[in-house]
């Protein structure tokens, strides 16, 4: 009688109820804390680095690829070593926010 509306129910597994960010989500969020930061570089830095060590936790548990992780990692980097003036350009570059953003003269590894 599985109508019956005492019966227990049964558990759900955690992976069948897990919200795993997507790849957009995860660039709206370092874009956003440079945002709220844009006049203090340093401030962002520190949380910049904050959100590195997220990244590289969500990685080892399998939540981002590589690509992804690779995406942010590169982002950081040209965002940690921005001057004042780099700074803000960055921030202001719509193509750097994009999914799939690599500087100029990058080119993606696709395979030997």
Same mark, same amino acid.
């Given at each position: 009688?599985?109508? /019956?509306?005492? &019966? $227990?129910? #049964?558990?759900?597994?955690?992976? =069948?109820?897990?919200?795993?960010?997507?790849? %957009?989500?995860?660039?709206?969020?370092?874009?956003?804390?440079?945002?709220?930061?844009?006049?203090?570089?340093?401030?962002?830095?520190?949380?910049?680095?904050?959100?590195?060590?997220? /990244?590289?936790? &969500? $990685?080892? #548990?399998?939540?981002?690829?590589? =690509?992804?992780?690779?995406?942010?990692?590169? %982002?950081?980097?040209?965002?940690?070593?921005?001057?004042?003036?780099?700074?803000?350009?960055?921030?202001?570059?719509?193509?750097?926010?994009?999914?799939?953003?690599?500087?100029?003269?990058?080119?993606?590894?696709?395979?030997?």
């Amino acid at each position: 009688m599985g109508w /019956w509306p005492f &019966a $227990k129910k #049964k558990s759900m597994d955690a992976g =069948d109820n897990l919200h795993i960010k997507g790849t %957009r989500v995860w660039i709206e969020e370092l874009q956003r804390v440079c945002e709220r930061h844009y006049d203090l570089p340093a401030q962002a830095h520190i949380l910049i680095r904050e959100m590195q060590v997220e /990244w590289t936790s &969500a $990685k080892q #548990k399998e939540e981002i690829d590589q =690509d992804l992780f690779d995406g942010l990692e590169r %982002r950081a980097f040209y965002l940690l070593r921005a001057d004042a003036k780099e700074w803000l350009t960055l921030l202001d570059d719509l193509d750097f926010w994009k999914v799939g953003w690599r500087p100029s003269g990058e080119r993606v590894n696709e395979g030997s």
